[in-house]
């Protein structure tokens, strides 16, 4: 029947075979309980489908109906009124009993802000000895087993956050602090992105999500949030001069390495991260070097310019340097 | 007059039918005012730019095929993605059930035409003005890029410096005022030019759906004309409405636009369904099954959608309990739905269906592939599936299911049904059979993968997407699909246009016996009917045997032109007796002038030339004075014969002409604009960042609260005018006008000087909404001054009686409005200081 069509997604999403970006392979709370909220949706449109298709051919090819008026009316009543006034009710006690993801602040939840750019995402951590937050880019790192609360707002044009496998998603908007509260019940890695159109490279703006077991989590961010490690080699010595040189200072942020600027995302353990221009490329010597000399062929309408002035050795001593960050 | 007329033959009188009813030919045709020119225009323009906005969705679906691609760019994928839902919503998909209106109703309601022909006229070249404007951007290669929704701040001066977005708000606005203007004459023509005995209860039933939705046109367009007039506002003169830095909220523009945005896809669904309960019942060889249960539906639907605008909007961050108030009234569309759906199948049921062409894009459009995406819409409405599916390529499928599924395949269906009456030419079974399976299996294989492609995380808007996610079979096989239904578009349209070559098959009269006036001839006279007929059933060509001969033989009312005039009946709005005679004007050239001095206007503001603004403004005035300006009462009898035993009265002046109908509708869609104006107070008061304004001190009442009298003095000076005519004393009517006129003025002085003392609109959202109240409120004051000197003017000449003085009624009727809406706009401007603190 083609009524089971429908039901081909549900079995896909039984079968595993999901990228890294999918809510068919769920692993927060959230996204495990409306995953199975919509399966329940599924098979009763299914039966829909099959109830409106048979009655349709029947209606079509077989003579005509006998039992009259009593029985199409029962088939408007019964079908069109009665079986939605029953169904729907059903559904959306169902749908009110799952956790809205941006509920209310609770005491123990673990708090992270997340800040989107035209096209690239700022991430804070709390400081784990009261410091100041803890910065990072493109990635985010949290405990498995404890609510996580994302504070998140935008530093220019409407975005929208999402990591599919954990929870539904928050708009950012200008003047307003939006909240998504997720519980990740399994360790794994997987893609976030931004789902509101933000201008040319909206395609471009994903980030890597790990979530891992909360003791490693902890021991992650105590060390994240020391400074960079010092340039260890010649090269690298030489790409750092060039770092600041060339003003990446300006817009980047390298901590205790003399660069301050907030405007494009921190550096300080860019090596660590699999991938660089959200999500874009992974993170390889090959692939840093065409970032840095190509950006806007790459990535066109990204707020960094090409830094195509470079020479050969010099390029190859800064990504030198940037590898060192981790 | 008439009654020496010497008796004529009954060709004499379809001579003299046919010569009142033409248009003029070859490039003069473009004075016609009469609805079968508009409602062609409208289809035929509105499937040009289906045509075009098809080949953009071909471009999306190439550059999509395979991940990386690198076929199309960033900026230029947004502009086509952006243009594509543009034009197919704005460009197609309104104005296609626009014409379709306009075309079928007064034949469907057995009469001859619109009760105001040059509204519709001014309506289809104000779309297609519009249209114009923003079609050009396509080819100057600056076409909108923000969405079809054109969300701030993305799309604000600051993010988007071009006029791309420009070309949106203004094509848009102009095309939206084609709606509404649209609306209120399709709505006073369904309930006042119905055939004599046609009572609510017999309407067909496109009538209601067409009812229903011009009713959701009139509340749900203003909404977004407000809020383009304010984005245009903010993006030219710097007046923040959205912005979050200075009092304004962006989110404010999205209540605007889904307001709008909501009603718009029922806008779109009900006429289209309405069209196909019509041809299915045809299609079967019964009537409708359970009439009544439809109508309710289509009712029911109309009174839904304008409380589902938030559901586009669950993810902004909305109050927990609204959510939920907004899923539960979103899923019971279901119910409407599923009644639409059963009655479909009941009617197949109890008849005997035929399987031509516009059957098969019934079952198969509307039954199978709306049902499917009525129930992904079920899923949708549920708040934690929403935000999951929110944005991905899952709510693509989904509203081209719904939207294709309940208004392309209902539509082409149509055509093909309607296709013999309109040019006369028999279209091919075949082609449409066969494009039929085309469209139906290119469409499923575009958008039924697409549900798990969204659900494997992809969004929508992508210009492009990396390989290793899961979404590269899906996406090819959409794009396969998209090909497929491409030609099966080609070879359905292009089927239809073969049947205009010389020598191709004519119609017989009624060629699929249908039951509704509109076939009692194929094609109908130009005049539609030669006399319009008694009704007394639902179907009356099926229930009132030798009803089409007895129409060809004159029998029914206003038979004889008396003079070649261009009669129609108007009839009371529930019962359908006939209660006066209208004589519609012939060809004229006064809608496109005015619609072009619009065009001048709009054209200044895109381009900021604005002395171009101002003087397309002022031109546009005149048009419309010169448009409102009538012959004088006296060149008219007061009476027409409708039939050898019964006179008419003319509606001319008439207290309860069309014309009266019509000016409660403007108001309720003006009311509507308005009352969007005060919710946009209330919400920035409520949520915008930056709020109130840092003001030293609140501003001085004492001259806005004197304003008061000039205003008060203009509404009593106008009632005291109604008073004298209603006594028949004209020269009374003419002074207390003129002292309306002046007052009038004095109180534009005043508020000039009132809005030079409120703080710079730049500088906070609340001094921009005030200037605006402002501007607003002395816009109608103006507009009253106008009616109030036109009514004097033509008391002097010797126009209007005790009992016909329709224009000095309107023109009270719209000066009480006017006071009304600043007993709303005073405390908003003046007492804000108190009324929005925080």
Same mark, same amino acid.
């Given at each position: 029947?083609?009524?089971a069509?429908l039901?081909?997604?549900?079995?896909?999403?039984?079968?595993?075979?999901?990228?890294?970006?999918?809510?068919?392979?769920p692993?927060?709370?959230?996204?495990?309980?409306?995953?199975?909220?919509?399966?329940?949706?599924?098979?009763?449109?299914?039966?829909?489908?099959?109830?409106?298709?048979?009655?349709?051919?029947?209606?079509?090819?077989?003579?005509?109906?006998r039992?009259?008026?009593?029985?199409?009316?029962?088939?408007?009543?019964?079908?069109?009124?009665?079986?939605?006034?029953?169904?729907?009710?059903?559904?959306?006690?169902?749908?009110?009993?799952?956790?809205?993801?941006?509920?209310?602040?609770r005491?123990?939840?673990?708090?992270?802000?997340?800040?989107?750019?035209?096209?690239?995402?700022?991430?804070?951590?709390?400081?784990?000895?009261?410091?100041?937050?803890?910065?990072?880019?493109?990635?985010?790192?949290?405990?498995?087993?404890?609510?996580?609360?994302?504070?998140?707002?935008?530093?220019?044009?409407?975005?929208s956050?999402?990591?599919?496998?954990?929870a539904?998603?928050?708009?950012?908007?200008?003047?307003?602090?939006?909240?998504?509260?997720?519980?990740?019940?399994?360790?794994?890695?997987?893609?976030?992105?931004?789902?509101?159109?933000?201008?040319?490279?909206?395609?471009?703006?994903?980030?890597?999500?790990?979530?891992?077991?909360?003791?490693?989590?902890?021991?992650?961010?105590?060390?994240?949030?020391?400074?960079?490690?010092?340039?260890?080699?010649?090269?690298?010595?030489?790409g750092?001069?060039?770092?600041?040189?060339?003003?990446?200072?300006?817009?980047?942020?390298?901590?205790?390495?003399?660069?301050?600027?907030?405007?494009?995302?921190?550096?300080?353990?860019?090596?660590?991260?699999?991938?660089?221009?959200?999500?874009?490329?992974?993170?390889?010597?090959?692939?840093?070097?065409?970032?840095?000399?190509a950006?806007?062929?790459?990535?066109?309408?990204?707020?960094?310019?090409?830094?195509?002035?470079?020479?050969?050795?010099?390029?190859?001593?800064?990504?030198?340097?940037?590898e060192?960050?981790? | 007059?008439?009654?020496?007329?010497?008796?004529?033959g009954?060709?004499?009188?379809?001579?003299?039918?046919?010569r009142?009813?033409?248009?003029?030919?070859?490039?003069?045709?473009?004075?016609?005012?009469?609805?079968?020119?508009?409602?062609?225009?409208?289809?035929?323009?509105?499937?040009?730019?289906?045509?075009?906005?098809?080949?953009l969705?071909?471009?999306?679906?190439?550059?999509?095929?395979?991940?990386?691609?690198?076929?199309?760019?960033?900026?230029?994928?947004?502009?086509?993605?952006?243009?594509?839902?543009?034009?197919?919503?704005?460009?197609?998909?309104?104005?296609?059930?626009?014409?379709?209106?306009?075309?079928?109703?007064?034949?469907?309601?057995?009469t001859?035409?619109?009760?105001?022909?040059?509204?519709?006229?001014f309506?289809?070249?104000?779309?297609?003005?519009?249209?114009?404007?923003?079609?050009?951007?396509?080819?100057l290669?600056?076409?909108?890029?923000?969405?079809?929704?054109?969300?701030?701040?993305?799309?604000?001066?600051?993010?988007?410096?071009?006029p791309?977005?420009?070309?949106?708000?203004?094509?848009?606005?102009?095309?939206?005022?084609?709606?509404?203007?649209?609306?209120?004459?399709?709505?006073?023509?369904?309930?006042?030019?119905?055939?004599?005995?046609?009572?609510?209860?017999?309407?067909?039933?496109?009538?209601?759906?067409?009812l229903?939705t011009?009713?959701?046109?009139?509340?749900?367009?203003?909404?977004?004309?407000?809020?383009?007039?304010?984005?245009e506002?903010?993006?030219?003169?710097?007046?923040?409405?959205?912005?979050?830095?200075?009092?304004?909220?962006?989110?404010?523009?999205?209540?605007?636009?889904?307001?709008?945005?909501?009603?718009?896809?029922?806008?779109?669904?009900?006429?289209?369904?309405?069209?196909?309960?019509?041809?299915?019942?045809?299609?079967?060889?019964?009537?409708?099954?359970?009439?009544?249960?439809?109508?309710?539906?289509?009712?029911?639907?109309?009174?839904?959608?304008?409380?589902?605008?938030?559901?586009?909007?669950?993810?902004v961050?909305?109050?927990?309990?609204?959510?939920?108030?907004?899923?539960?009234?979103?899923?019971?569309?279901?119910?409407?739905?599923g009644?639409?759906?059963?009655?479909?199948?009941?009617?197949?049921?109890?008849?005997?269906?035929?399987?031509?062409?516009?059957?098969?894009?019934?079952?198969?459009?509307?039954?199978?592939?709306?049902?499917?995406?009525?129930?992904?819409?079920?899923?949708?409405?549920?708040?934690?599936?929403?935000?999951?599916?929110?944005?991905?390529?899952?709510?693509?499928?989904?509203?081209?299911?719904?939207?294709? %599924? *309940? $208004?392309? /395949?209902? =539509?082409?269906?149509? &055509?093909?049904?309607?296709?013999?009456? #309109?040019?006369? !030419?028999?279209?091919?079974e075949?082609a449409?059979?066969?494009?039929?399976?085309?469209?139906?299996i290119?469409?499923?294989l575009?958008?039924?993968?697409l549900?798990?492609?969204?659900?494997?995380?992809?969004?929508?808007?992508?210009?492009?997407?990396?390989?290793?996610?899961?979404?590269?079979?899906?996406?090819?096989?959409?794009?396969? %699909? *998209? $090909?497929? /239904?491409? =030609?099966g578009?080609? &070879?359905?349209?292009?089927?239809?246009? #073969?049947?205009? !070559?010389?020598?191709?098959?004519?119609?017989?009269?009624?060629?699929?016996?249908?039951?509704?006036?509109?076939?009692?001839?194929?094609?109908?006279?130009?005049?539609?009917?030669?006399?319009?007929?008694?009704?007394?059933?639902?179907?009356?060509?099926?229930?009132?045997?030798?009803?089409?001969?007895?129409?060809?033989?004159?029998?029914?009312?206003? $038979?004889?032109?008396?003079?070649?005039?261009? &009669?129609?009946?108007?009839?009371?709005?529930?019962?359908? !007796?006939?209660?006066?005679?209208?004589?519609?004007?012939?060809?004229?050239?006064?809608?496109?002038?005015?619609?072009?001095?619009?065009?001048?206007?709009?054209?200044?503001?895109?381009?900021?030339?604005?002395?171009?603004?101002?003087?397309?403004?002022?031109?546009?005035w005149?048009?419309?004075?010169?448009?409102m300006?009538?012959?004088?009462?006296? $060149?008219?009898?007061?009476?027409?014969?409708?039939?050898?035993?019964?006179?008419?009265?003319?509606?001319?002046?008439?207290?309860?002409?069309?014309?009266?109908?019509?000016?409660?509708?403007?108001?309720?869609?003006?009311?509507?604009?308005?009352?969007?104006?005060?919710?946009?107070?209330?919400?920035?008061w409520?949520?915008?960042?930056?709020?109130?304004?840092?003001?030293?001190?609140?501003?001085?009442?004492?001259?806005?609260?004197?304003?008061?009298?000039?205003?008060?003095?203009?509404l009593?000076?106008?009632?005291?005018?109604?008073?004298?005519?209603?006594r028949?004393?004209?020269?009374?009517?003419?002074?207390?006008?003129?002292?309306?006129?002046g007052?009038?003025?004095?109180?534009?002085?005043?508020?000039?000087?009132?809005?030079a003392?409120?703080?710079?609109?730049?500088?906070?959202?609340?001094?921009?909404?005030?200037?605006?109240?402002?501007?607003?409120?002395?816009?109608?004051?103006?507009?009253?001054?106008?009616?109030?000197?036109?009514?004097?003017l033509?008391?002097?000449?010797?126009?209007?009686?005790?009992?016909?003085?329709?224009a000095?009624?309107?023109?009270?009727?719209?000066?009480?409005?006017?006071?009304?809406?600043?007993?709303?706009?005073?405390?908003?401007?003046?007492?804000?200081?108190?009324?929005?603190?925080?």
């Open positions: 029947m083609r009524g069509w039901a081909a997604p549900a079995a896909l999403a039984l079968a595993g075979c999901e990228g890294a970006q999918s809510w068919l392979d692993r927060g709370v959230n996204a495990r309980e409306t995953l199975d909220l919509w399966l329940l949706t599924v098979w009763v449109s299914a039966g829909v489908m099959v109830l409106v298709t048979a009655t349709m051919l029947h209606a079509l090819f077989a003579a005509r109906w039992g009259g008026r009593r029985w199409r009316l029962l088939l408007i009543g019964g079908c069109g009124v009665a079986l939605p006034a029953v169904v729907l009710p059903v559904f959306l006690v169902s749908s009110l009993r799952i956790e809205w993801p941006y509920a209310h602040h005491p123990g939840d673990f708090v992270i802000d997340v800040v989107a750019w035209q096209f690239w995402w700022e991430v804070r951590y709390p400081h784990p000895e009261g410091g100041p937050p803890v910065v990072a880019a493109n990635e985010i790192r949290i405990p498995v087993g404890r609510p996580v609360r994302f504070n998140l707002a935008t530093e220019d044009v409407i975005h956050f999402w990591i599919p496998a954990l539904g998603k928050v708009d950012m908007i200008p003047g307003r602090i939006n909240s998504a509260r997720v519980l990740a019940e399994r360790p794994g890695e997987f893609r976030g992105a931004c789902f509101e159109f933000c201008g040319l490279q909206h395609a471009n703006m994903a980030f890597t999500v790990h979530a891992m077991p909360a003791e490693e989590f902890e021991a992650w961010l105590r060390r994240e949030a020391g400074p960079a490690p010092p340039p260890a080699t010649e090269e690298a010595r030489r750092h001069a060039l770092f600041l040189q060339h003003g990446c200072g300006s817009c980047h942020a390298v901590r205790g390495h003399g660069a301050e600027g907030r405007v494009a995302p921190d550096l300080t353990r860019l090596a660590s991260r699999p991938t660089i221009g959200a999500g874009m490329l992974p993170n390889t010597r090959g692939s840093l070097a065409g970032w840095i000399a950006t806007q062929q790459i990535k066109p309408g990204a707020n960094m310019p090409s830094f195509n002035q470079l020479s050969g050795p010099e390029l190859h001593d800064l990504v030198s340097y940037l060192g960050l981790r | 007059m008439t009654a020496a007329r010497p008796p004529s009954q060709r004499g009188e379809e001579e003299e039918l046919a009142a009813w033409s248009s003029p030919p070859g490039w003069r045709s473009l004075s016609a005012v009469n609805h079968r020119p508009m409602g062609r225009r409208f289809v035929g323009t509105a499937m040009l730019f289906f045509l075009i906005a098809g080949l969705a071909l471009l999306i679906r190439a550059q999509l095929a395979v991940p990386e691609n690198d076929l199309i760019g960033p900026d230029a994928y947004n502009q086509i993605f952006t243009m594509h839902g543009t034009m197919m919503m704005f460009l197609f998909a309104v104005p296609v059930l626009q014409g379709a209106a306009t075309w079928l109703i007064p034949l469907m309601q057995g001859r035409d619109l009760p105001f022909p040059r509204l519709g006229a309506s289809y070249w104000c779309f297609l003005f519009g249209a114009t404007i923003l079609v050009s951007s396509l080819l290669g600056m076409a909108p890029d923000g969405g079809w929704f054109i969300y701030p701040p993305f799309s604000s001066r600051h993010y988007s410096p071009g791309n977005i420009d070309f949106w708000l203004i094509g848009i606005t102009f095309a939206e005022i084609a709606g509404v203007a649209f609306a209120v004459e399709i709505i006073t023509a369904i309930l006042r030019t119905r055939a004599p005995g046609m009572s609510l209860a017999r309407m067909p039933l496109f009538s209601w759906f067409v229903a011009a009713g959701m046109i009139l509340l749900g367009f203003p909404p977004l004309i407000l809020g383009s007039i304010l984005f506002l903010e993006r030219a003169f710097n007046w923040p409405f959205f912005d979050a830095t200075r009092g304004g909220d962006p989110v404010l523009w999205q209540h605007l636009f889904w307001l709008f945005g909501h009603p718009e896809v029922y806008i779109i669904q009900l006429p289209a369904l309405g069209l196909l309960a019509m041809y299915l019942s045809v299609h079967c060889r019964v009537p409708t099954f359970g009439y009544a249960w439809v109508v309710a539906a289509a009712l029911g639907t109309a009174f839904l959608s304008m409380g589902l605008w938030v559901h586009h909007m669950y993810a961050g909305i109050p927990q309990l609204s959510l939920a108030f907004f899923a539960a009234a979103s899923t019971l569309v279901a119910i409407p739905s009644i639409q759906v059963f009655s479909a199948i009941a009617t197949i049921g109890s008849g005997r269906p035929v399987f031509r062409t516009p059957l098969l894009f019934a079952c198969g459009g509307f039954l199978f592939i709306f049902t499917l995406g009525g129930l992904t819409g079920v899923m949708v409405a549920l708040v934690p599936f929403n935000l999951i599916a929110h944005d991905t390529q899952f709510v693509v499928a989904h509203l081209h299911y719904v939207l294709v %599924g *309940a $208004a392309v /395949f209902p =539509l082409l269906g149509a &055509l093909h049904h309607w296709w013999p009456a #309109a040019v006369g !030419r028999q279209p091919s075949r449409g059979k066969w494009s039929f399976w085309l469209l139906f290119g469409f499923n575009t958008f039924f993968p549900h798990h492609t969204g659900l494997a995380g992809m969004p929508r808007r992508v210009y492009t997407y990396p390989a290793g996610l899961g979404w590269e079979w899906t996406n090819l096989l959409a794009s396969i %699909g *998209a $090909a497929m /239904f491409a =030609l578009a080609l &070879l359905f349209l292009g089927s239809l246009l #073969a049947t205009l !070559r010389r020598g191709a098959a004519r119609p017989p009269d009624d060629p699929w016996q249908a039951g509704t006036l509109e076939w009692w001839r194929t094609p109908p006279p130009v005049y539609n009917f030669r006399a319009i007929p008694q009704v007394t059933e639902r179907y009356p060509l099926w229930q009132q045997p030798g009803l089409a001969a007895a129409i060809g033989r004159g029998e029914g009312y206003l $038979a004889d032109p008396q003079g070649g005039q261009r &009669l129609i009946a108007i009839t009371s709005e529930v019962e359908a !007796r006939p209660e006066m005679a209208s004589a519609l004007p012939g060809p004229t050239w006064i809608p496109i002038i005015t619609a072009a001095c619009f065009a001048v206007l709009f054209l200044g503001v895109l381009t900021q030339v604005y002395p171009l603004a101002v003087l397309g403004g002022i031109a546009a005149i048009a419309v004075v010169i448009w300006w009538p012959d004088p009462d006296a $060149a008219h009898p007061p009476t027409v014969r409708a039939t050898a035993e019964l006179r008419l009265p003319l509606d001319r002046g008439h207290h309860q002409a069309p014309g009266w109908t019509a000016l409660w509708l403007t108001l309720a869609a003006d009311a509507a604009l308005y009352a969007s104006l005060v919710f946009a107070f209330f919400f920035l409520g949520y915008a960042a930056q709020w109130p304004p840092a003001v030293a001190a609140p501003p001085s009442l004492l001259l806005p609260a004197l304003a008061w009298a000039p205003l008060l003095a203009a009593a000076a106008v009632w005291w005018g109604e008073a004298a005519i209603r028949g004393d004209r020269g009374r009517l003419a002074r207390a006008c003129w002292i309306a006129v007052a009038g003025a004095v109180f534009l002085a005043m508020q000039a000087s009132v809005a003392g409120l703080g710079p609109p730049e500088r906070h959202a609340r001094d921009a909404l005030s200037h605006f109240t402002v501007l607003y409120q002395g816009f109608h004051v103006a507009v009253g001054m106008t009616m109030a000197g036109m009514v004097a033509r008391a002097r000449r010797g126009d209007f009686a005790p009992q016909r003085h329709l000095v009624r309107i023109a009270t009727r719209f000066w009480s409005y006017a006071v009304l809406l600043w007993i709303v706009g005073f405390p908003l401007v003046h007492l804000a200081p108190w009324l929005f603190a925080r």
